[in-house]
């Protein structure tokens, strides 16, 4: 059975820095897709940030240059590190994965819909 399960978020005033962290457990297969997902109230959910064992990155537009995702395979660990926090970032992030995609899937239009595994998600609060 698979289980991810996010850590990390809090509330942070803008212009500060947090750092998501998602241990998977229960997913065997050498090929991946993982990525970082975010939803607000009253919006569905976006695609943050995303990594496949390929070695691909991508970035939604709108974190690039602030966000990095990384990944450490020998602790089943993905992390997002998140700078200069912007009150807009406000959501809750969700980490998932599913098998080896392109990771620009993550950051497309509707790209939750390609992801079977999801984490419980992680509130992250940017205060002005």
């Known amino acids: 059975q698979v289980h991810l399960e996010e850590s990390g978020g809090g509330s942070v005033q803008a212009g500060g820095s947090l750092k998501l962290s998602c241990v998977i457990s229960?997913?065997?297969?050498?090929?991946?897709?993982m990525g970082w997902f975010r939803q607000a109230p009253g919006t569905e959910r976006e695609g943050v940030a995303g990594i496949n064992s390929a070695g691909d990155i991508a970035y939604a537009d709108s974190v690039k240059g602030r966000f990095t995702i990384s990944i450490d395979n020998a602790k089943n660990t993905l992390y997002l590190q998140m700078n200069s926090l912007k009150p807009e970032d406000t959501a809750m992030y969700y980490c998932a994965t599913e098998g080896l995609r392109p990771a620009s899937m993550v950051v497309a239009v509707n790209g939750r819909n390609a992801f079977c595994y999801w984490g419980q998600g992680a509130q992250v609060t940017v205060t002005s």
């Open positions: 229960g997913y065997s297969y050498s090929d991946y897709c």
